[in-house]
């Protein structure tokens, strides 16, 4: 899965993926402002979640939009503590929801590790654009939380989904999947071949030459069949 991590100037972003990734990541950066971007490897359940940090400042919009291009899911991140990010973080939201329209997003009120910070009730009134959002109160340093977060976003993805994943579990290995496929969901080919192309490069899939057959990965079929699982327990 592709996931956008996004949101104001100082808010967090790059300590978000750096916890994500167990470190397991880069930052370009430069005096530790993000510069270009933030891009680091995650492994859920099996599941792999490309995470992709943007920069804050607001005259780095072309590599906002490049960045988002084709993402799963998006991280949206608050500081909680300084209420001046407030009316960068509502320009921001407005961002996203352009770039990425109906695409599944969760709000990270991040920095709650600080005594200071604003609980999500005050942060939802302060905020206006949080209306019908999950917010989960985070702190990137510590990591509290975080993982709930990014499992209830991974959830509602895979939920988004969910008709498409089934029919991956129900053809895989099928000598005539594709064509399974496209009657099944009623799509063009392309379409079709589209999704089969889009989840191999997220490593859901293998598909064949020729593009017939496809093969569900073992470690990934039950999330297909199940999203539940991901849910934090
Ligand atoms: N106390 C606390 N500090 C945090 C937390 N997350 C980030 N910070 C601090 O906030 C500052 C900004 O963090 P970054 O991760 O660089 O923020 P960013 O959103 O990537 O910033 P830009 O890329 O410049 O937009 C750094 O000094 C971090 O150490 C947190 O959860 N708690
Ligand atoms: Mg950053």
């Known amino acids: 899965m592709k996931i956008v ?9 790059s300590q978000m993926i750096h916890h994500i990734t167990n470190g397991a990541c880069i930052n370009v950066e430069r005096r530790g402002t993000t510069i270009a ?22 005259r780095f ?20 503590v300084d209420p001046e990010s407030d009316a960068r973080a509502k320009l921001f939201f407005r961002e996203i929801a352009f770039f990425l329209p109906g695409v ?11 005594p200071e910070s604003r609980p999500i ?17 985070v702190s990137a340093k510590t990591g509290e939380n975080v993982d709930s977060m990014l499992r209830t976003l991974l959830y509602l993805v895979m939920m988004q ?6 029919k991956f579990a129900q053809f895989s290995g099928d000598k005539k999947g594709l064509s399974k496929l496209m009657k099944d969901l009623n799509l063009e080919r392309e379409q079709a071949v589209g999704y089969l192309r ?16 496809f093969f569900v990965k073992d470690s990934v079929r039950p999330l297909l069949e ?3 699982l991901l849910m934090p327990r």
């Open 5 to 13: 991590v996004t949101g104001p100037y100082e808010a967090g972003k």
């Open 37 to 58: 971007m933030d891009h680091g490897l995650a492994n859920v359940d099996g599941l792999n979640v490309f995470m992709f940090g943007t920069p804050g400042l607001l």
């Open 61 to 80: 919009r072309t590599m906002r939009k490049i960045l988002s291009e084709g993402a799963d899911g998006i991280i949206f991140v608050v500081d909680s």
């Open 104 to 114: 599944p997003c969760v709000v990270a009120a991040n920095k709650q590790d600080v």
């Open 121 to 137: 009730d005050q942060l939802r009134r302060n905020l206006r654009f949080l209306a019908g959002l999950p917010v989960f109160p």
């Open 161 to 166: 989904w969910s008709s498409v994943f089934s």
């Open 198 to 213: 889009r989840f191999e490069l997220r490593k859901l899939l293998e598909v064949q030459v020729g593009d017939e057959q």
């Open 226 to 228: 199940n999203p539940v």
